[in-house]
Structure formats: structure tokens, C-alpha cells
């Protein structure tokens, strides 16, 4: 698909505006959360949630937006997706998957006071562990290997390892200080795993200047447990959805073949 420079009530940036948009955006982060996927044509809204009346544009837009065909939404606020469904219910399907934000509220302990067993070890983990960690995903069918493979090769992300090598569990960092992906193999649970690799990657993340965030399924208490014994607090829920035309809702990959 072209990319066009401009469509009916929106235009691509110029290089030269993106300080003073950046500075915009930055009074509403963490609004709008954009890592990305590779499945389908991907997209995300941002828009200040005191100012939704503005998503009338979006509408309307059919020229940057192809409604035809099948769109990936990434995280979007709750509130975005709300009225983006009250228009879109007429063009055709919304599959969507939901979560809350919390993020990091106050000081965390240093990793210095973290303990370990000797059996196990913490390492960083390499593209090469992609595969069997997306395997396991729980939500592999809107998330490429891809995305693994890049995060893992540009930002720190680690697993707990048994002494016979085996990866028992593992913590993903994606962008702008979001951790996500923290699994622990069945035979393996029960052990604080969980807790030392939320601990550990926590620490990871502030050292390197971010404000650490997950995003949580709602029916996961669990989850919701150890990210407050941390200090993380609830901000807003998120959206990721799957738009499919009516058009093209014969195929169970969002994508289809148009009818005639």
C-alpha cells in the first residue's frame, strides 16, 4: 500500500515538526501506547481524552485510511475505542482484546536486595529464544515473531534458566519502559519466579530512564497482586482490535477475499 502525504482531514509530518509534536504529545502520555505488530495494515489513534470530539476526522478519513480493508489497532485507550466503534459498527467487525495499565508509583528497592537460588540463573535473552517464547504467547495470533525477534535484539529482556539450560521463565521489554510476556512454564511455577523477574526487569527499566508500566487482562488478579506488592498503580484500560470489514469477514485471518 502507498503511503500518500496527505489525506482528506489528515497529513503525514514534516521531519522539521516532530520536536514541537513530541513536545505536544508529551503533556498526554501515557494517553497513547504504540508498539506495533505486523499482522495486517497496523495503526494507532492518539487523541487528548478532553478533546474526543476531534476523532470525528477519523471518520471521515478514507483516503490515509483504507476502511475496506482489514486493520490492526494497537493499544488505544478505552475511551478512543469507544467512539471508534460507534462508527465503525456499520462498516464491519471488532475483535478486541482488553487490559488496564498500571504503572510504577513511587520508589522500588534496588535488585541489590533481590535473592536467588544457586540452582537457576538470570540471563538476557537473544532472538534465537523468539520461537519458543511467541509459541506460548498467549496472544501469538496478534503478534508476529518478528516483534520478539526485534526486542530482544534491541532492548533488554531476560530468562530464568535451569542448570541443565532449560528456559523456565521470561519477561519481555518493549517500549517506552512497557514490560510484558511474563510466563513461567508449568513445571516451574510456584517458585517466585514471577516476582524476581518482575523485580529484576523493573530495576532494568528505571535505570534506563523509564517509567516501567504493564498492561494487565482484567480477570488477571493474580498479575494484579504482584504488580501492587511493587507499587504499581492502575492508570486507564487499553485496546488492541482487529477491524474487520463486512466485506472480508469470510476469512478467519482478518483478511478475505471481497465479495462480489
Not at 509534536?21 to 495503526?43: A, M, Q, R
Not at 482489514?70 to 471508534?84: A, E, G, K, Q, V
Not at 536486595?113 to 496472544?139: G, R
Not at 520478539?148 to 535484539?153: G, T
Request: charged share 25%; aromatic share 12%.
Amino acid at each position: 500500500m502507498d503511503v500518500l502525504p496527505e489525506g482528506k482531514n489528515f497529513r503525514l509530518a514534516q521531519e522539521e515538526e516532530l520536536p514541537a509534536i513530541l513536545d505536544f504529545l508529551e503533556k498526554y502520555l501515557p494517553d497513547s501506547i504504540k508498539p506495533h505488530g505486523k499482522l495486517y495494515e497496523s495503526f494507532n489513534v492518539f487523541c487528548p481524552c478532553d478533546q474526543l470530539e476531534h476523532l470525528e476526522l477519523l471518520q471521515t478519513e478514507d483516503m490515509l485510511l483504507e476502511w475496506n480493508e482489514p486493520m490492526y489497532l494497537n493499544f488505544t485507550h478505552s475511551l478512543i475505542m469507544d467512539r471508534i466503534e460507534e462508527f465503525y459498527s456499520g462498516k464491519g467487525t471488532i475483535e478486541k482484546v482488553c487490559g488496564e495499565v498500571f504503572a510504577l508509583n513511587g520508589i522500588k528497592s534496588a535488585d541489590s536486595d533481590l535473592e536467588f537460588s544457586k540452582d537457576f540463573e538470570i540471563m538476557q535473552l537473544t532472538p534465537e529464544h523468539a520461537q519458543i517464547i511467541h509459541d506460548l504467547y498467549p496472544a501469538n495470533h496478534m503478534e508476529s515473531i518478528e516483534v520478539f525477534e526485534k526486542l530482544f535484539k534491541n532492548l533488554p529482556s531476560y530468562g530464568i534458566f535451569s542448570s541443565s539450560g532449560e528456559l523456565a521463565a521470561w519477561m519481555v521489554q518493549s517500549y517506552y519502559g512497557a514490560m510484558f510476556s511474563m510466563q513461567t512454564r508449568p513445571e516451574y511455577r510456584r517458585k517466585g519466579y514471577g516476582m524476581y523477574l518482575a523485580k529484576y526487569l523493573t530495576d532494568v527499566v528505571m535505570k534506563r530512564g523509564y517509567l516501567p508500566f504493564v498492561i494487565i487482562r482484567p480477570e488477571n488478579d493474580a498479575s494484579k497482586s504482584l504488580y501492587s506488592k511493587l507499587g504499581f498503580k492502575k492508570n486507564f484500560e487499553t485496546v488492541r482490535a482487529i477491524l474487520r470489514p463486512h466485506v472480508m469477514d469470510n476469512d478467519a485471518q482478518g483478511g478475505g477475499t471481497s465479495s462480489p
